[in-house]
């Protein structure tokens, strides 16, 4: 099946400081991208949704200023935390889709992100 | 809005017994319904899926039948392993608008020796 990776797998931060996530297609061209929250224990909770060369589409409830989301091209889509605080520290999931298979999403192995 | 509810977990389990995982939903429409595996340190990978009613999605011993009429696409398996030790999520894609899967709670699935 398609491929997705995620960078860094974990990261660890001060308080305050920015982190950018990246999120790469490796073996297909991604045309929507989505981001995805989890917290322990509990569900994906959908962040945002972004098409390739589009802006993206925030569920409501994520602070679109402070979870940057770029899909500047059709093989990779980057989550910035800007200001990460403690409640920030959580596991960020990405997953792809590509054209003619819209309804198959191909999941990263996600992100840990501990904010200090 | 649209909806998935699972069986809370953990579920445990001796090797080689039956599972069955609930899951309904609620959507309107035809929605297109899923199980994702998420393996202990891992990403979630699709297990199986079925886009329409009486459609049987099955993977790896794992089989889920679309029912309509009851909104449900229950997880089986006759024999479980202690490798099928994961959390298992029900999702469901609407057939239009947003293309965002929704997600049940996961169950975790324990399988003991």
Redesign the interface.
Known sequence: ?AV?S?HPSRVICKSGTSVKIECRSLDFQAT?M?WYRQFP????M?MA?SNEGSKA?YEQGVEKDKFLINHASLTLSTLTVTSAHPEDSSFY?C?A?GRGS?????????TRLTVL | GDSVTQMEGPVTLSEEAFLTINCTYTATGYP?LFW?VQYPG?????LL?A?KADDKGSNKGFEATYRKETTSFHLEKGSVQVSDSAVY?CAL?KGTG?????????T?LQVQP
């Open positions: 099946g997705v995620q929507t989505f224990k509990q569900s994906l959908l949704t589409t999931i997953s889709s819209t309804d198959t999403q191909y999941f990263g192995p996600g | 297109s994702y891992e990403g979630l990978q699709l899926k886009t999520f894609l947003r293309r965002a899967l929704t997600f049940g709670s996961g975790r």
